[in-house]
């Protein structure tokens, strides 16, 4: 049977996982599933800033350099997520005793450091995660409240000023189909185009859990998206039910929906998508905040014991 790395790379699309690197460095099936299974690789925690960053004036890039260097050794893209973003941000890292520039030059210093040392490793970087909040709004992070809007400018910016050649994304959940906050994240994106940010592409993450968004109104989202010159990728897709109300066939169900996404990805010229994890042992629905009282835990590709799931057949077969 052909493997879905082997489908994925003859359509030239993009099968990704996001990379658990306790996993990789202590699962040998973990490792032999990722590489024969998947084309690409999203580090799930690695190269977040708090992870990456132990104390004000260490980086520890073990991990990173760990899962970075399996994919090299197993020809694999990397995904670089995340340089922005206002969650998982060093615990000693207290904003209220930093003035606005401060802020300003910790936040150049993390993009050029990170950013850098990847130059050569990792061509595409969510350079800024989630700056939109649900209802529209710019969200009010440290970043914003110390450097406005701007920010982003100054973070795409920054990133292309040392990773020259990669493709700097926009990535944000919630946003996927034609709604409101994708609304928002438009005329962010538009702006941003129009003031001469160097973004070349906006991920959608679409985390189908409990509301799945509707394939047709994703394409329609894409393809305004794509109008505007940047490219798209789907990039921390899972699926899951609300908890209790799984329906008998829910394991047919959720491989049809990704079936439909992979056939909408093909057909709106998006040639990329990440599934949020490996196997379903290791969501992250089974461990964030109060995920596992509202979503069923088994929203991958690969099921508890790494066995090919029902969703894996589908995708593989839409490609
Ligand atoms: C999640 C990871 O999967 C968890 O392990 C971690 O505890 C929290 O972050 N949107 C994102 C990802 O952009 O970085 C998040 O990853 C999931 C939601």
Redesign the pocket.
């Given at each position: 049977e052909q493997t879905l790395r082997a489908a994925a790379a003859e359509r030239g699309f993009d099968v990704g996982a996001?990379v658990d690197a306790d996993a990789l460095a202590t699962d040998p099936s973990y490792r032999r599933r990722l590489a024969r299974e998947f084309t690409a690789v999203t580090p799930?925690?690695a190269l977040?800033m708090g992870p990456l960053r132990p104390s004000p004036d260490t980086y520890d890039f073990g991990d990173a350099d760990a899962v970075v260097g399996f994919a090299r050794a197993h020809d694999m893209r990397v995904r670089g997520?995340?340089l922005v973003?206002h969650?998982?941000t060093p615990s000693w890292f207290r904003p209220w005793e930093y003035t606005d520039d401060e802020i300003g030059e910790f936040l150049r210093t993390h993009v050029h450091t990170v950013a850098g040392r990847y130059r050569s490793a990792i061509d595409t970087w969510d350079v800024v995660?989630?700056a939109v909040a649900d209802d529209g709004e710019m969200r009010e992070t440290v970043w914003y409240d110390a450097l406005g809007e701007e920010y982003l400018d100054l973070a795409f910016g920054w990133a292309d000023e040392v990773a020259p050649d990669a493709d700097l994304y926009y990535?944000d959940?919630g946003a996927d189909a034609v709604n409101g906050k994708s609304d928002a994240v438009y005329d962010l994106l538009s702006r941003l185009l129009g003031r001469g940010v160097p973004v070349d592409g906006v991920g959608l993450?679409l985390?189908a859990l409990g509301d799945w968004p509707d394939p047709d109104s994703v394409a329609e989202n894409v393809a305004r998206f794509r109008d505007l010159g940047l490219d798209v990728e789907i990039t921390?897709m899972d699926v899951a039910f609300p908890a209790g109300e799984a329906p008998p066939d829910a394991l047919a169900r959720q491989a049809d929906y990704y079936a439909e996404v992979v056939e909408t990805c093909l057909d709106a010229g998006v040639d990329s998508l990440t599934v949020?994890g490996v196997d379903d042992a290791r969501t992250?629905l089974r461990?964030?905040r109060e995920f596992p009282e509202r979503y069923t835990g088994d929203p991958l590709l690969f099921d508890d014991a790494g066995d090919p799931k029902p969703a894996y057949h589908a995708v593989r077969d839409a490609l």
């Open positions: 996001a799930e925690n977040k997520h995340t973003w969650n998982q995660n989630e990535n959940y993450q985390h921390e949020w992250w461990s964030f």
